[in-house]
């Protein structure tokens, strides 16, 4: 573990806050957020903010980063935060970043957040960003994406991969190429081993992802569903390709390993890389531990593969 990720668990643990489970949403929405403690200062980006059409006649938010020069691919970007917290707002210098490093134009989305908008509106939210990029994405950025990558962090992620799957299994025109998936949330289940030996002390803890869960689908009965638990999806073969990024002192690594071990099963092509000592949310601290930048770097690597 790097000396500045024990040095942010030691304050976090001085710092003595209530954790997700022990607030209320709005609680914790108000809250700092690792990207606005440890990202730093993002880089001059070109953007702008507009609405696309969702489910139920929603103008679903979404912020469009452009590149300098022509860009290579667009990648379709979905913030973590348990489907509860997170905004574009928050996420603007991992995103801003993104499209620097890559020279992909981005689509930043404003998903509907649980729990005042639960279960599937968040994912008809991730549905209609995809198809919409997937179908007027080329003539918003001014160039024919090489790529159409989908990408998220944990419940991000979760969304990322469940949409893409969904868009390439309707025989769309534009397909997704590549899916990029850090610490992704793939099942329900709390008792894997991941689960038990880092339920405390590493950020995320057991308590606060079953919180998250009963926000975005009380009903348990559901969560088995793979458009809730990606890993239960009895075929994955229509899926992109695939990188899957595992922290590993995270809850959550387990079930992303084994979501990238049955994607590789059903013939998708799949690296699943296991980022050791790092603990869930490292995405916004490339700027802060060499071992979170390292992993970033992976990140670009995959995308200059599919865009180049």
């Known amino acids: 573990m790097d000396l500045e990720i024990q040095a942010l668990l030691q304050k976090v643990r001085e710092a003595n806050r209530p954790p997700f489970w022990q607030s209320t949403p709005d609680a914790a929405r108000n809250g700092p957020m690792l990207m606005n403690l440890l990202f730093g200062e993002p880089p001059p980006s070109r953007f702008e903010d507009f609405t696309i059409p969702s489910s139920g006649g929603h ?13 290579k691919g667009l990648i379709v970007y979905f913030h973590g935060g348990g489907w509860v917290i997170g905004s574009v ?8 970043t993104l499209a620097q490093c890559t020279g992909c ?28 990029a997937a179908a007027q994405g080329a003539a918003a950025i001014g160039a024919d994406p090489r790529a159409l990558v989908a990408m998220g962090d944990s419940a991000g992620g979760n969304l990322a991969t469940v949409a893409a ?16 998936l850090a610490y992704p949330v793939c099942d329900h289940d709390f008792d894997t081993p991941s689960y038990l030996e880092f339920a405390e002390g590493n950020l995320l803890t ?3 992802m079953k919180w998250f869960w009963n926000h975005y689908c009380p009903d348990e009965a559901l969560r088995a569903d ?12 229509g899926s992109p390709a ?29 690296e699943t890389v296991r980022c050791e000592g790092l603990v869930h949310g490292f995405l916004a601290m490339i700027n802060y531990a060499p071992s979170a930048g390292r992993a970033f770097e992976t990140l670009v690597a995959r995308v200059a593969r599919a865009t180049g």
């Open 206 to 208: 057991r308590n606060d």
């Open 226 to 237: 793979p458009r809730l638990s990606p890993l239960q999806a009895p075929d994955l073969a």
């Open 89 to 96: 707002a928050a996420y603007h210098p991992l995103t801003a």
């Open 165 to 180: 799957r969904l868009h390439n299994a309707s025989g769309p025109a534009r397909r997704v190429d590549l899916q990029v």
């Open 105 to 132: 134009a981005v689509l930043s989305v404003d998903y509907r957040l649980a729990p005042e908008h639960p279960y599937p509106q968040p994912l008809d939210d991730a549905r209609a960003a995809i198809e919409w």
């Open 242 to 270: 695939a990188l899957i990024l595992t922290a590993g002192r995270d809850p959550l690594r387990d079930e992303g390993e084994a979501y990238g071990e049955r994607l590789a099963q059903a013939g998708v092509p799949t």
């Open 59 to 71: 103008a679903l938010p979404v912020r469009l980063y452009r590149p300098e020069g022509e860009p």
